[in-house]
């Protein structure tokens, strides 16, 4: 299973037509839960009975916490990046020992976390969510939830992809590496740790593909050729000059006290598992990459599988956390698009090139937007920031912008990196610096670690939330960027479009079957023709399944929701309390939202 840990925005920019038009999008990455079976031990309470039986209802908040806290226990140390990324220090969740792992992937693991997730679903049944506080109940129905999702998933186990261009291990695990805070010696011994079982790990993942392609589900022939050229990305011709090696040589100089002789000892393993664990490991798979390249049967979308149909149903449910079906989000998009475009059409724009805030650096963008948003949205904690250039051999591989999330327990230090070769212009970059910092991934991930949730909700990936909400507030910012009010909706309507084509395109190709020339048509009818440019469109949609649609519908999804507490609140509704609503319930699916938001609203009120 994928385990998350970055925010990411969709490279919604460029395409010489009449809209500007993303190539490839990226997932959040936050952890997501894989209620894996070793070390889980069963939470036992105060009632002798098992299975389905009810807690004692006096015991029900103790209990249920408990069981909340060997979960994330449990999940946090399957994994060690994951466990980096989201504890600065373990300790302070009563995690003492833990193995240094990046994890499992094998048939049999699967198995394993499979009867863990059935017995996990039996444990919390015995709960009754009814006899619990709000904010507990909230857990209970969301944790639920993910184990049924998780479940109805199972059997489509090879219908994922680990390799996936703009989310593959071999893309995110490098980045995640090279921004391995070193506090202390033992995040330095547990990081070389990690390096040397680089390889070990690219096996499994290697096996992972084999099965694939003696199941017909491996990628197609472009598919491979793109991954291969992104894996010799990560190959550096002079490994001392590597990302790799400097990285790792800056984030020593931060420790105090470490001596010269003991630096040198680091710096020299490091290179030498680079050597003997990291390059090797993607030789490895580009040659298995290779011999598998003919294995490939489907060029097409999703529903050209056995199964892939409802595969790509389930996944949609789960990618976006909306419970419309295909067919009702087909068409929700396109009356977004339509609406839009009718409104674009409508407005009389002027470009004058002083039409944006004079702001020419990241940090003055986020400062502005800092100030800019005081009075509807609610004040988040304190924090430091520091933007950061993607490395230029990475950048044609790499998200045009992301957010490293910041460990839940030292959230004052966080990162953002942008994308030089995305090229951004004044416009671009202060909406793309919204999405992931304020009020975006940034700011709603510090917010929601101020409200101190069970540390459980913390671990649970939900992409329609994370990216919906950094779309939603995406879309906000084009007022902030633009003192002229009509030149920022004509670049929000703009930009809303866009994005809609591209939900409308992967829905198109995984559910209706779309082929290229499909595509092609329907792109044309809205004054997009360059074929080169539309069949890379349509590549990264095949590689990505369901990956624009947690943006796009996310975003409408909030926009819905958003509509209906103006409905019910009417002279009473609030900006301000809408956007603390929705941010101090946390992410979930927008089913399980709409079922808490009056509540947390009159809560917040």
């Not at 956390?321 to 087909?330: F, H, M, N, V, Y």
């Not at 409508?346 to 502005?368: D, F, K, M, R, W």
């Amino acid at each position: 299973m994928k385990h998350f840990i970055f925010h990411k925005k969709t490279d919604a920019k460029k395409l010489p037509s009449s809209l500007p038009f993303p190539v490839y999008a990226l997932c959040g990455f936050l952890l997501v839960i894989c209620l894996y079976q070793q070390k889980y031990n069963s939470v036992h309470t105060s009632s002798s009975n098992t299975g389905a039986q009810t807690v004692n209802k006096e015991n029900q908040e103790s209990a249920f916490r408990h069981y909340l806290k060997k979960i994330f226990q449990t999940q946090i140390t399957a994994n060690t990046l994951n466990l980096h990324y989201t504890l600065a220090d373990p300790s302070s969740a009563g995690i003492s020992e833990y193995p240094v792992t990046f994890g499992e992937y094998s048939n049999q693991y699967e198995s394993s976390r499979l009867a863990a997730l059935e017995n996990l679903k039996k444990e919390l049944q015995q709960f009754d969510p009814s006899a619990m506080p709000l904010a507990d109940q909230l857990t209970y129905d969301i944790l639920n939830d993910t184990i049924n999702r998780k479940l109805e998933l199972a059997p489509y186990y090879y219908y994922d992809e680990l390799l996936s261009s703009t989310g593959g291990v071999q893309a995110e695990y490098p980045i995640l590496l090279a921004e391995y805070t070193f506090r202390t010696i033992k995040d330095v011994e547990e990081y070389l740790t990690l390096l040397s079982q680089y390889d070990k790990l690219f096996q499994q993942i290697c096996a992972f593909e084999k099965e694939k392609a003696k199941r017909g589900l491996f990628m197609n022939e472009t598919s491979v050729d793109h991954l291969i050229e992104q894996c010799h990305a990560f190959l550096p011709e002079n490994s001392e000059n590597s990302f790799w090696e400097t990285t790792f040589k800056e984030r020593l100089d931060q420790i105090k006290g470490l001596k010269k002789n003991e630096k040198k000892k680091y710096i020299d393993e490091n290179h030498k598992l680079l050597q003997e664990s990291v390059y090797p490991a993607y030789h490895k798979l580009i040659a298995v990459l290779k011999a598998l390249k003919k294995e490939g049967k489907n060029p097409q979308g999703l529903c050209y599988f056995e199964e892939g149909k409802k595969y790509y149903e389930l996944l949609v449910k789960s990618t976006t956390g909306s419970a419309r079906s295909i067919t009702e989000l087909q068409k929700m998009t396109e009356d977004r698009r339509e609406q839009a475009l009718t409104e674009l059409n409508h407005l009389t724009v002027s470009t004058a090139s002083n039409g944006l805030l004079p702001y020419q650096t990241p940090e003055e963008i986020l400062e502005c937007l800092k100030t800019k948003i005081r009075t509807s949205f609610p004040t988040a904690p304190k924090a430091s920031y520091v933007v950061k250039n993607v490395n230029e051999k990475l950048q044609d591989f790499l998200s045009p912008a992301f957010y490293l999330t910041a460990p839940m327990d030292q959230y004052t230090n966080n990162c953002i990196y942008i994308n030089p070769g995305n090229n951004y212009n004044e416009i671009e970059l202060f909406t793309t610096l919204a999405h992931e910092g304020y009020p975006g991934h940034l700011y709603q991930t510090i917010y929601s670690y101020s409200k101190k949730l069970s540390p459980v909700r913390y671990i649970l990936y939900h992409g329609g939330y994370t990216e919906g909400w950094a779309t939603y507030v995406e879309m906000l910012s084009y007022d902030y960027a633009c003192p002229d009010q009509t030149l920022a909706k004509a670049f929000m309507l703009n930009q809303d479009a866009t994005l809609s084509l591209y939900a409308t395109i992967d829905m198109g190709v995984h559910y209706d079957g779309w082929t290229l020339a499909d595509t092609v048509d329907f792109l044309g009818k809205y004054g997009i023709s360059e074929t080169a440019v539309i069949s890379k469109i349509y590549q990264s949609i095949i590689e990505n399944p369901g990956n624009y649609l947690k943006y796009y519908i996310g975003y409408l999804e909030f926009l819905q929701l958003k509509n209906k507490a103006k409905e019910y609140f009417g002279n009473d509704y609030s900006e301000l309390l809408f956007h603390t609503a929705v941010l101090n319930m946390g992410s979930a699916p927008f089913y399980i939202l709409e079922k808490y938001f009056v509540k947390y609203y009159n809560a917040a009120n």
